[in-house]
Each structure stands twice: as structure tokens, then as C-alpha cells.
């Protein structure tokens, strides 16, 4: 039987979220459908499905976001939805339908890649690599604090959306790997058109929203996304003590806490929460174009130099190529023949890029001088990619 991949056609959402529904038999259908119409930057070409005959059996999503890098952003493609039909299993169908979704992201100017899996080893064949980031997790003070007034904590209402999405972005302006949000996307991917999202509580002051907290409780508290106007990062203690005595009284004393190491959040952690413990959460990357990606970053790059005059040059050798950098103190330029070079995984330069891994890190021995000037390029930062964006 003629075997087909291509991208899908309006028409065929149906066929595919029955693809999606026979492959992951755990989660429910209608979660599935937010990629077609929840997300404002879906495409049709970002889904791309495997037919047997005239029938789909398989499918992958990309879905297309902008992250920021300090005041740059890149353009994520996240790999989501990678199923095919149990009978059609072990034929290389997810296989090939990757490789598509590589081709399209490159076409379409996709600087990254990124995923979540629980097996490394299928991606990894096609490219992607590992990159542990820590997570969090810890139990409950027994003993919490009587809330103060000053801010009133309330759960999320209808009319908060755009209170809200102005509120994540001051409060995520230049931090690293956060989605750059649209009202649009928030309504459509957390499904706020047909309810206001659960686990979600916001502080005022004045009658004004200055902060919010998004924290499911099940048999455990998630802390998921926290954010705050910058001129009101008091109010992260009241609405974490908020949501950390709803969970004591609902008798859960452990929380998941994936939140970046930013003091305002760890200073209000370390008060409520004891017994901590970090363990790896292991997201998945790949570049997608190497020189693209680095010539946007150099506007960034140019700036972190200005602020302290440095000067050096460093070339990075990847597997897929190599870009080299001279810093000349007032900024930084394209070099190809900048030396030394330092050799570096995938996961390791994005690691560098985003800030969740500094110079230090590198396994490599290096001269301390390239040490130095990888530090002032790719500084550490408390980056996050929220979990709200999941996909």
C-alpha cells in the first residue's frame, strides 16, 4: 500500500486528533485540539501526518514560538504530539515525519528545537540532545504565617486577561527562554474562551492586579508560573503563602516548584518551604540554524560587552559548524577567524545562550582569558520556560 507524508489539510483535523486520541489512550481527546485552534501561530505545514492508503496513521505537531534572549528573541520549534496509530507502529513513520518537521523548521526560519520525552534515545538518533535543567521540590512548612494585609489574593477572574498579560510581560522583559505572550494565545492554549483557567490567583493592590501565581493542587502543590509588576515584588509572599495554606489545608504537604532561581522568588521560598531536594528535568534540544540564530543574538552579545568594555575572541565549534566572535569593547562582531576555539555540544551552546549554564561548566579546558569572555557573552541568568507554555 502507497505510503504518504505531507502536511495536513483543514479538513483533516478530525482524522488527526483521532490519530492523537488512539495514541495516547491517557489523555483526553479535546486536549489535543487547542493546536489547531488555540494557538495563533499554527499552520497547517507544522502539522505533518503519515498516511497508509488514504488513511492517517500517524502524525507529529510543531508548534512556533518566540523566546527572548535578554532583549533578542529566537524562534522555537517545539516537537509535540509525536503518535502514531498502535496497528502502525515500528514502521519508521514518527521517524520520517521528524525528519519533515526538521525540514520545515529550517525552511521556515527556525533558529531551535525543543521537546519533552520520557525517551531520549528515539530523538537523540535524529539529533536532538539532552539538557538538564533542575527542578525543584520540597514540603511545606508545618508551621506557616498569618496572611498580612496590604495585597488582596483572589483567584483569577474573567476580566484579568489583559492584566495579566501585562503583568508577565514586565515582569519577563529580558528574561531568558520566556515565550513572548499575545492575549490571543494566552485565551486560546489555556483555554480561557470556554473557562477561567484553574489553579490561578492573582494579588491587588488598590483594586489593581500587580501579581499572580499559577499553582494546581492535586496530591501535591505545583508552582508553576509566578509574576509580578516589578515595582510590587512584595506580593510574591502573600501569594505563594496563599496557595502553600490552601494546600495544608487540603492535608498536601509536598510541592513541585519549577520556578528560576530569581532572589525574589527563592528569598519567599526558603521562608515557606523546607527539605528541599533538586532532581533533572530533561528537555530535549536541537539547532536548527546555527549562523541565523547567532547573528540574531549579536544585538544582545554587542550590549553585555558595552556594559563592561571586554575584548577577545573565541570561535565555537559545533558538530554543524562553526562560528567564530571577536569583542572589541564596543560590541561584538562576526570573526572567522577568531581563535581559540572551544568545542561544544548543542545543548551545551543553548545552555550558554540561555543562561543556565555558565563558561565554568564546560568541560573543556580553555585559556581563563576565553573563560572570561564567554562569561560576559552568555552570563548566567535565573531562565525559565513556564510551564503554561508547555506543549
Not at 498502535?86 to 528545537?113: C, H, W
Not at 531520549?120 to 539529533?127: C, E, M
Not at 490571543?184 to 490567583?201: I, M, N, Q, S
Amino acid at each position: 500500500m502507497e505510503v504518504t507524508f505531507r502536511a495536513i489539510r483543514p479538513d483533516e483535523f478530525e482524522a488527526c486528533l483521532d490519530v492523537w486520541d488512539a495514541a495516547f489512550e491517557d489523555t483526553p481527546r479535546e486536549y489535543f485540539r487547542k493546536y489547531f485552534t488555540g494557538d495563533p501561530w499554527f499552520h497547517p505545514e507544522y502539522t505533518r501526518c503519515a498516511f497508509e492508503g488514504t488513511r492517517m496513521v500517524s502524525a507529529v505537531q510543531i508548534v512556533r514560538r518566540e523566546v527572548r534572549v535578554g532583549q533578542v528573541t529566537l524562534t522555537l520549534g517545539g516537537i509535540a504530539n509525536v503518535g502514531t496509530v498502535p496497528a502502525y507502529r515500528s514502521k519508521g513513520y514518527s521517524t520520517q515525519l521528524l525528519r519533515d518537521a526538521i525540514t520545515v523548521m529550517e525552511n521556515e526560519g527556525f533558529d531551535f528545537s525543543m521537546l519533552f520525552t520520557g525517551i531520549h534515545g528515539f530523538y537523540a538518533r535524529l539529533g536532538w540532545e539532552s539538557a538538564p535543567v533542575q527542578v525543584m521540590s520540597a514540603e511545606i512548612r508545618p508551621e506557616l504565617p498569618e496572611p498580612e494585609g496590604g495585597y488582596r489574593i483572589r483567584p483569577l477572574a474573567d476580566a484579568d486577561l489583559e492584566a495579566l498579560c501585562a503583568c508577565y510581560e514586565q515582569c519577563n522583559a529580558g528574561r531568558s527562554l520566556t515565550v513572548v505572550r499575545s492575549p490571543a494565545y494566552l485565551r486560546g492554549w489555556t483555554g480561557w474562551d470556554e473557562r477561567t483557567p484553574d489553579g490561578v490567583f492573582v494579588a491587588e493592590a488598590a483594586g489593581k492586579l500587580v501579581g499572580y501565581i499559577v499553582a494546581p493542587i492535586g496530591d501535591r502543590l505545583s508552582i508553576i508560573e509566578v509574576g509580578w509588576l516589578p515595582a510590587y515584588s512584595e506580593c510574591v509572599f502573600p501569594l505563594i503563602l496563599h496557595v502553600a495554606r490552601l494546600a495544608s489545608e487540603r492535608q498536601v504537604t509536598h510541592a513541585r516548584l519549577q520556578i528560576p532561581r530569581d532572589h525574589v522568588l527563592m528569598n519567599v521560598v526558603r521562608n515557606l518551604f523546607h527539605r528541599f531536594v533538586w532532581y533533572e528535568h530533561a528537555p530535549m534540544v536541537r539547532v536548527i540554524r546555527l549562523q541565523p540564530l547567532i547573528n540574531k543574538l549579536l544585538p544582545e552579545l554587542s550590549w553585555r560587552v558595552q556594559t563592561v568594555g571586554a575584548k577577545g575572541t573565541v570561535r565555537l565549534r559545533l558538530q554543524s559548524g562553526t562560528v567564530g566572535l571577536r569583542a572589541t569593547g564596543d560590541g561584538v562582531v562576526r570573526d572567522a577567524n577568531a581563535l581559540p576555539e572551544v568545542i561544544l555540544t548543542q545543548a551545551q551552546l543553548l545552555g550558554l545562550v540561555f543562561g543556565l549554564v555558565g563558561a565554568e561548566e564546560l568541560p573543556h579546558p580553555m585559556p581563563p582569558q576565553t573563560r572570561a569572555l564567554l562569561n560576559v557573552l552568555f552570563p548566567r541568568q535565573p531562565a525559565i520556560y513556564w510551564e503554561w507554555d508547555g506543549f
